[in-house]
């Protein structure tokens, strides 16, 4: 069975204090791994996809990784506007029509200003 | 480009009263789209996969009598909430896979169901 693990579970950084969330996965052949953000009473909004060990992505304030075990989604000199939940999913192989995602719990990410 | 929408963004029904939601892809044509529902303070769980023509796939414990899927177009699945009760009050998602990146999931923007 697919599994997603996200950590930590909730995180607060003073703006400006760089940091990184983990993804650690365990699946039967990764089609691509996810990065959402997700705002309270919203959907989440797509920032990154990955898709072999190695890559990486780059937007804004922040950088993904992955390897082959897990990714990181690293924030750099945040703002409070970056305030979100964050949530890493898995795509794995399957039936065209059925690539559906495994999501992890997300981390509850606040900065403080 | 690739908006998802969805309709009503939120709903109070009485308890034994139907809902239906509506997700349209409003920019692109969607091979897929994808129902799910969401906690409070909870990640996202798939209720089941549907294809344009095609009967749902609902994943293992979702009732597909009582969430009824319908995918009638490329832009539009409907998910009916069939003898709503209290217990399905939830935050229910929907996602659409275009047809040109099977990859890609596109998030609509939620619809909050509560049930009295």
């Known amino acids: 069975e697919d599994q997603v693990t996200q950590s930590p579970e909730a995180l607060r950084l003073q703006e400006g204090e760089s940091s990184s969330l983990n993804c650690s996965y365990t699946v039967s052949g990764l089609r691509g791994l996810f990065w959402y953000r997700q705002d309270p009473g919203k959907g989440p909004e797509f920032l990154f996809t990955?898709?072999?060990a190695g890559e990486e992505k780059e937007k804004e304030r922040l950088k993904a990784t992955l390897t082959k075990k897990e990714s990181f989604l690293h924030i750099t000199a945040p703002k409070p506007e970056d305030s979100a939940t964050y949530l890493c999913a898995v795509q794995t192989h399957g039936n065209f029509g059925n690539e559906k995602l495994t999501f992890g719990t997300g981390t509850r990410l606040t900065i403080i200003p | 480009g690739a908006v998802v929408s969805q309709h009503p963004s939120w709903v109070i029904c009485k308890s034994g009263t139907s809902v239906k939601i509506e997700c349209r892809s409003l920019d692109f044509q969607a091979t897929t789209m994808f129902w799910y529902r969401q906690f409070p303070k909870q990640s996202l769980m798939l209720m089941a996969t549907s294809n344009e023509g095609s009967k749902a796939t609902y994943e293992q414990g979702v009732e597909k009598d009582k969430f009824l899927i319908n995918h009638a177009s490329l832009t539009l699945s409907t998910l009916t909430v069939t003898s709503a009760h209290p217990e399905d009050s939830s935050f229910y998602i929907c996602?659409?896979?275009?047809?040109?990146?099977?990859?890609?999931?596109?998030f609509g923007p939620g619809t909050r169901l509560t049930v009295t």
């Open positions: 990955l898709y072999s």
């Open positions: 996602s659409a896979t275009p047809l040109a990146d099977s990859y890609e999931q596109y």
